[in-house]
């Protein structure tokens, strides 16, 4: 049963350390909150200690504290017993408000880890009080023994034998230094006693020239006293800075740091990073979001998925609470109300930093867009605008006319009275968004344009639809609300004179275009393509650089043609004069002129090239 209990509960053979260290954590918090109260005990706080020793030919790891220690009814009662936890009757029994104890263990479980790398157990325990120690000592499966022993001072050791290695379970590594004490590191950091013990270092030796020797110290390996717990007035930059580098491995500096205390139904302590860049592989399937999440100091988790929102999955941080219902293991959470409380505190927490460095800080929050605009683009998108409140105001777009980013509220405060759209256009790159001939009409009106360059934008202009009242419009697609009625009828009366010549055109160029119209767009150009339906042309070149592109659905095009150009005149003059041959002639190189315009590529350069020298002749 023993066997069965162990290796159902626990997935993760490295956490048997901080099992037993957080059990003797508990046993010297019980043995303080007795002496705030028992002047015998004689013992303040910083006698107290956590000390780990490793036997090495041996095969013994031994855990020792001066805790209040268990006397031979609890040993067999806590011991003796699956799930009996002592540290949870003690906290019952003796409920304070005293912030200075915190008992961590729930269930009584923890100790049993310690057969994942043992082969035998022995607990050697003198209560607080009590002359007489007594040792404990179980091989498992076998049961226990409970003996008389001799130990002179109060508290616990539990000594472990270690299994020997084998092809499937490496074990050795327990007996290394450098592995306890990253473990420690790992999952113990914050342990609020010291965790001692003796580590080798080298130093040159005296009297002689390129000759080393090794010696050894006891030394603290854990920090004891967390970051985030510490008032934020106390902490200096190059303390954040630091703690960020060695915690997540990082070699630059945060962007900014968010640093909460919450107290309410639940309660949790977060130090949160937002980074400067993103990691290599941020944008790929392998990477990984969550928050370390701690219990009182001890971990649990190092990424819990579920305190961050896909769209700030870029924050590098932790958690830390004493309201978590941890399962039976402590390796993850039995129940995820308070969890869910958390993470939309935080959600709320990381939008509204991002506000204040976007208010206060530009700079610095147009380097966050530089690395992380695209995530905040992309989970608006997938969520089909269902984060829109969260992220709406922390998008930013370049503006056409001073090639800046802008919010959208930025350039809804600056659009004239008259503009009745939100003009956008989409491509490759700003520079080249303003010479398209489109752009002409609506910078002649004095109305500025957003230039989208990401292939999700235009997706997601399609889901955002609107910004404060104020449809989106693409200059690549329809009516642009540009004309007043005057020249809107003059347009549909030359339009539909001309209707005959965009009938020939159509039919022409073959199902290339679904439309030959007159353009209410164009300028100075003579042509330019554009789109009707949902799929526009920059919306067909994403989807087509997708697997199975031949799938995607296409862009519905449309031949724009200015009715005020030359060239425009030489046409209808060509097909007047019942020149089909030529009016064909100028039909293939106006759409091809057209491609060439929206970057998109010629369908036959030998043909296109020949008809240009041909009228060149």
Known sequence: ???????????????????????????????????????????????????????????????????????????????????????????????????????????????????????????????????????????????????????????????LHIKESSEEADFDKYLETYTISSLIKKYSDYIRFPIKMDMEHSRPKEGTEGEYETYTENETINSMIPLWKKNKSEITEEEYNKFYSDQFFAYDKPLHVIHQKAEGTTSYQALLFIPEKADYNYYSKNFEKGLALYCSGVKIMDKCADLLPDCFSFVKGIVDSEDLSLNISREMLQQDRQLKVIARALEKKIKKELEELLAKSRAEYEKFWKSFGLQLKYALYSSFGGERELLENLLLFTRASDSKLCTLKEYRDAMPESQKYIYYAAGESAQKLNLLPQAEAVRDKGYDMLCLTDDVDEFLMQILHAYDEKEFRSISGGDLGLETEEEKKAHDEKAESNKPLFDFMKEALDGKVSEVVLSTKLKSHPVCLSSKGAVSIEMEKVLDSMPNAENAPKAEKVLELNGNHPVFEALSKAFAADDKEKAKQYTDLLYNQALLIEGLSVEDPVAFSNAICALMQ
């Open 1 to 159: 049963m023993l066997d069965l209990m162990i290796h159902s509960i626990y997935t993760n053979q490295e956490i048997f350390l901080r099992e037993l260290i957080s059990n003797a954590s508990d046993a010297i918090d019980k043995l303080y909150f007795k002496s705030l109260t028992d002047e015998n005990v004689h013992m303040a706080r910083e006698d107290f200690k956590i000390d780990i020793s490793i036997d090495k030919e041996n095969r013994l790891l031994k855990i020792s504290d001066n805790g209040i220690g268990m006397t031979e009814e609890e040993l067999d009662k806590n011991l003796g017993t699956i799930a009996k936890s002592g540290s949870l009757q003690f906290s019952k029994e003796n409920e304070t408000d005293a912030h200075d104890v915190d008992i961590i263990g729930q269930f009584g479980v923890g100790f049993y880890a310690a057969f994942m790398v043992a082969d035998k157990v022995e607990v050697v325990s003198r209560a607080y009080g009590a002359e007489q120690a007594f040792k404990w000592q179980s091989a498992g499966a076998d049961g226990y023994t409970i003996t008389e022993a001799q130990k002179d001072n109060v508290g616990t050791d539990i000594t």
